[in-house]
């Protein structure tokens, strides 16, 4: 009998273990996306959209801007996911919720939000990707997550130390961040 109850409580074990480990790996191979459209501002003809996918911990972020003039454009993720304005200001400020001073992507100091240059052809489009693991999809994580951010397309570049924004000047491009 003890034997019995032995194999039993062992296979028991062994089942909620499975199960455990099984519910783990579903969670962490879950894919999570989220959206930006980006809309003409300020008098732009600027479109496109920006498309975040997190796996495994990590967001990868994929931007493809269209209608902008050649050259770099500053984008950022703003505070907030109101692209309502004609000036996209009511997008607020940039992200920050580290208190870091604005720079460059992967510099000492730099914002959740400071993505960097999209660099723009003679046909009017470009593109940017990034991959990080300080942001996240709907996570409750209030320094990571970018659902009900922006992001924000400027009309110049990003000088990477001008405070607080980079000098990139108005913004051309808006679009909020939703799954």
């Known amino acids: ?9 062992g296979l028991t074990l062994g089942l ?22 980006i809309q003409a501002k300020s008098g732009s003809k600027v479109s496109g959209k920006a498309v975040f996918k997190e796996q495994n911990g990590k967001v990868v972020m994929k931007a493809s801007i269209s209608n902008a003039s050649p050259g770099d454009h500053a984008i950022h ?3 907030v996911g109101d692209c309502s304005a004609a000036d996209g200001k009511s997008a607020g400020g ?15 100091s730099y914002h959740r939000g400071d993505i960097g240059n999209i660099s723009i052809g003679k046909d009017g489009s470009g593109s940017i990707s990034r991959s990080t693991d300080l942001w996240c999809i709907g996570c409750e994580d209030e ?14 570049p ?3 130390s001008s405070q607080p924004a980079g000098a990139a000047g108005p913004r051309i491009g808006c679009g909020e961040i939703s799954n």
């Open 1 to 9: 009998m003890k034997t019995y109850s032995s194999i039993v409580i």
């Open 16 to 37: 909620f273990y499975f199960l455990a480990v099984h519910d783990q790996q579903v969670l962490e191979n879950k894919t999570q996306t989220a959206v930006a459209v």
């Open 77 to 79: 993720i703003h505070l």
């Open 94 to 108: 940039h992200w920050n919720p580290t208190g870091e001073a604005h720079g460059q992507w992967g510099s000492a």
């Open 143 to 156: 320094t990571k997550n970018i659902l009900g951010k922006a992001v924000i397309i400027h009309a110049g």
């Open 158 to 160: 990003d000088d990477f």
